[in-house]
């Protein structure tokens, strides 16, 4: 299959110190910032971004059959500081998710294991960025 290139995008504007409002080209935007209350923190979203991305996998390739009863995503890291260079280490994913008794339920969670495994190696944009290390290249104009 060809490779298939998609542009990306979002903007970032910074409203007061420590307070940034990001936007997507549809319009959508989320307040962030070590000065917003109550809102995630730029580690916390990328945490975010592995469990959505990962979860939107399962849940396509199950849900077909059986709706969850249960789909909760917890997702932790040790951020690491001091003299190292920041980053996070040892990220981990963890689903608690149930579907009904019956057949179709038996169906969806057959599904789980192939429907994580292909969100690991193929189809989680994320993750699979974060795994492989890809340079991250910061710029002025």
Known sequence: MAEEI????????????GV???RNADGAEYRFGHNVD?????????????????????????SRRAEPT??????????????????L?????LFDVAFPEGEDGDKAR????????AAEERTCTVSRTVA????????TE
């Open 89 to 93: 280490r040892d990220i981990d994913v």
């Open 20 to 22: 940034y409002l990001a």
């Open 110 to 117: 057959a599904r789980v294991g192939a429907a994580l495994k």
């Open 132 to 139: 492989a290390g890809v340079p991250v290249e910061l710029r």
């Open 6 to 17: 998609t542009k990306k995008q979002v903007t970032l504007t910074r409203e007061a110190e």
């Open 38 to 62: 109550g809102a995630l923190s730029s580690v916390e979203l990328l945490l975010v971004a592995i469990a959505g991305c990962s979860s939107t996998d399962l849940d396509v390739m199950t």
């Open 70 to 87: 249960r789909f909760d995503v917890t997702v932790s890291a040790d951020k690491v500081g001091g003299s190292s260079p920041a980053i």
